[in-house]
């Protein structure tokens, strides 16, 4: 896993650049999912916008999780909700492009087939 890097834009990231994101990863499909926009690949869930369209319920993980909550525990997070899942909340505000990206992709790394894995020229090591 590469390691994950704290904001340094000024500018604010939104759920249209998750959508970005997602769907350039191979067989991403958007769908709704506990009423809000949500991402999967070959019906499994990758990502969904939370309820407060503020933050982003992302499939990760422990060892990954652990070292994106070591970044910054206010931008990356849990609640109760959520423990005994293998998801991580990540919040729009403060979190860079680039982050962004490296999550959606690590989630797309958890739900994606290997063989499609494998022939994602983009892949990271799993």
Same mark, same amino acid.
């Given at each position: 896993?590469? #390691? $994950?890097?704290? !904001?340094?834009? +000024?500018?604010?990231?939104?759920?249209?650049?998750?959508? *970005?994101?997602? /769907?350039?990863?191979?067989?991403?499909?958007?769908?709704?999912?506990?009423? #809000? $926009?949500?991402? !999967?690949?070959? +019906?499994?869930?990758?990502?969904?916008?939370?309820?407060? *369209?503020?933050? /982003?319920?992302?499939?990760?993980?422990?060892?990954?999780?652990?070292?994106?909550?070591?970044?910054?525990?206010?931008?990356?997070?849990?609640?109760?909700?959520?423990?005994?899942?293998?998801?991580? /909340?990540?919040?729009?505000?403060?979190?860079?492009?680039?982050?962004?990206?490296?999550?959606?992709?690590?989630?797309?790394?958890?739900?994606?087939?290997?063989?499609?894995?494998?022939?994602?020229?983009?892949?990271?090591?799993?």
């Amino acid at each position: 896993m590469a #390691t $994950p890097q704290r !904001r340094t834009g +000024k500018s604010r990231l939104t759920f249209d650049d998750v959508r *970005g994101a997602a /769907l350039a990863l191979p067989q991403v499909e958007e769908y709704v999912c506990y009423g #809000t $926009p949500a991402f !999967r690949v070959r +019906k499994k869930l990758m990502a969904r916008l939370r309820e407060d *369209g503020e933050t /982003l319920v992302v499939k990760v993980d422990d060892l990954a999780r652990q070292a994106w909550f070591a970044i910054d525990p206010e931008i990356y997070f849990l609640t109760d909700h959520y423990r005994g899942y293998p998801v991580m /909340l990540v919040r729009f505000a403060g979190i860079s492009a680039a982050a962004l990206h490296k999550i959606v992709d690590e989630a797309w790394q958890q739900v994606a087939p290997k063989r499609l894995r494998e022939n994602h020229p983009a892949s990271s090591a799993s």
